[in-house]
């Protein structure tokens, strides 16, 4: 017998249902694990600080990290081996219907309080950046149920966020009592999918990933991760 090879991974860790980091769960620690454990790997999941998961990959603590696009590779100057696309968010502006906004373009977020998710100036692109540095009321928290909570508290007019993740945390809301969050929300498809995959140390691993990951869509694997995370939709788009 023979040791396996351990792959140690980053993501972050305020992610349901991507990720959820209370019982090694959510839609991209599966996929991980679905392509990889079949090649005999031992995966170990670390759940940390959105922004901390490209340090703990620079500084050579973990082997992989998530949420990794070109953008977000080429800011932070990661040195690695990126992954085929591996998974897409649906980021939307939301806002409470009773506020009859209406968004056309990334510009009119410029004028409107915008709570988002951390490095979203980095890891969307230069015209979100470019709306970013136009909005003297825009902040960026780690924590995205607190994203959720800011908007039925009415602390900020706006929250930018993966439709997965606001039904989610709208649900856990819900079902605390805590919190009424049952105001009809809108929400304004301002930004296109977010494409993401992994960053590795190393090319070899990297390779067996992409494989393994055809693999996973070829069989029909993909998609059952995919169904089991699959929350009925709270919000109605409005454009």
Known sequence: MYAKQKITVAYA????????ADGDEGIIVEIFEAAMTPLGYEIEHVYLPYARRTKAFESGLVDVVSDMNENTIETHGLQGYFSDI???YENFAFSLRKNKFNFTQLSDLEHHSLLS??????????????????????GETYDQSNQVKMLFLERYEVVQMDAQIFNYYRKK???????DVTSKVDRFALFGAS???????SEKIRDEFNTQLKWLKDTGKYKKIFARYSGSAETEATN
């Open 13 to 20: 860790e305020m992610l349901a249902p991507w990720v959820i």
């Open 86 to 88: 591996a998974y897409s």
């Open 117 to 138: 998710w951390q490095d979203a100036a980095v890891h969307l692109g230069d015209e979100y950046a470019q709306m970013v540095n136009n909005n003297k009321r825009y």
């Open 173 to 179: 809301l819900t079902e605390s009592k805590n919190l």
């Open 195 to 201: 494409p993401n995959g992994f960053l590795f140390k």
